[in-house]
């Protein structure tokens, strides 16, 4: 399986950076407006689906990858970095940012009455996409040799109760634009620079100091709100919650691997290697 277009879609992406200049007080608030600009609106066309297989699942890697490629052009300290180190960090970034940036979408969808407590939103594209769990069916029939139902038994934890609880967690925080692009830094500079340690660890461990900075000042200067312990309490439980599901995941990806479960090679196994 060739995803070699993934990543020359994404440094495109990268090298061709903001399509026009945005001035903003600091780096956290230019990749609130960035997130913003990156989600979809939920008046676009909405699409509904019933079945994921091979076509579905690409169509949700290439627009994430973009999606996260197009997010980082609107963070200047990361724009710095040689092409290589930048590319190395979306390659280990891409598909925690997903957790987390769905889990929002859903939460705010939910909160907006726009889906029901079985229904997950995202955006594709130029769509709203909709899925009801409870009437989702996974075909894996392209790439494993297990059905979707048999690879749960794998899993020592209920992933939809998982899921639900984080979801219930992101409604109860409420998070602003600026708060969610700090939430999202945090859980993929951590996660990324745990996975390569070194050089790029050293970089991650910067921008998070930098943005810790920026939040303190969006909270005293913004919000007039100088105790704001509680929310970044409730910020950090969200996100330590999905690194024990990441942990989770690679446990299950080992076994996974001992059982020869998937029979597809990939050209760039470290795009889906959990952290």
């Known amino acids: 399986m060739d ?4 990543i020359d879609k994404a440094q495109d992406i990268l090298k061709t950076g903001l399509e026009t200049p945005l001035y903003m007080p600091n780096s956290l608030e230019k ?12 008046d676009q066309s909405t699409k509904i689906i019933t079945k994921v297989g091979k076509e579905e699942i690409f169509a949700f890697l290439e627009d994430d990858m973009s999606k996260v490629a197009k ?3 609107y963070f200047d300290e ?30 705010i969808a939910r909160q907006q009455n726009l889906c029901g407590e079985n229904e997950l ?9 909709m899925c009801d769990r409870k ?3 996974i075909d894996l029939s392209w790439c494993s040799k297990y059905t ?3 690879l749960k038994l794998f899993d020592s934890h209920d992933s939809d109760k998982q899921l639900d609880m984080l979801i219930q967690m992101v409604l109860d925080l409420k998070p602003t634009d600026v708060e969610l692009a700090y939430m999202l830094c945090q859980l993929c500079f951590h996660q990324v620079g745990k996975k390569y340690q070194g050089a790029i660890q050293e970089v991650t461990d910067r921008f998070q ?6 939040l303190h000042d969006y909270y005293v200067n913004t919000m007039r709100q100088s105790k704001y312990a509680n929310r970044i309490a409730s910020m950090m439980k969200i996100n330590n919650t999905i690194q024990q599901c990441i942990y989770r995941d690679k446990v299950k990806s080992e076994l996974f691997r001992v059982f020869d479960v998937f029979h597809v090679k990939c050209s760039h196994p470290e795009l889906f290697s959990h952290n």
């Not at 995803?3 to 993934?6: A, C």
């Not at 955006?123 to 709203?128: E, F, P």
């Not at 100091?209 to 920026?214: D, G, I, K």
Request: charged residues 20%.
């Open 3 to 6: 995803v070699q277009f993934l």
């Open 31 to 42: 990749l609130a407006m960035g997130l913003d600009r990156i989600r979809g609106r939920s």
């Open 71 to 73: 997010w980082l052009t």
């Open 78 to 107: 990361f724009q710095l970095l040689s092409d290589t180190m930048q590319i190395d960090i979306l390659k280990g970034l891409w598909s925690v940012f997903g957790r987390l940036e769905r889990l929002a979408t859903t939460a």
């Open 121 to 129: 939103m995202t955006y594709i594209g130029k769509d709203v996409v």
């Open 135 to 137: 009437n989702l069916e």
């Open 148 to 150: 979707f139902e048999q």
């Open 209 to 214: 100091e930098v943005l810790s900075n920026h």
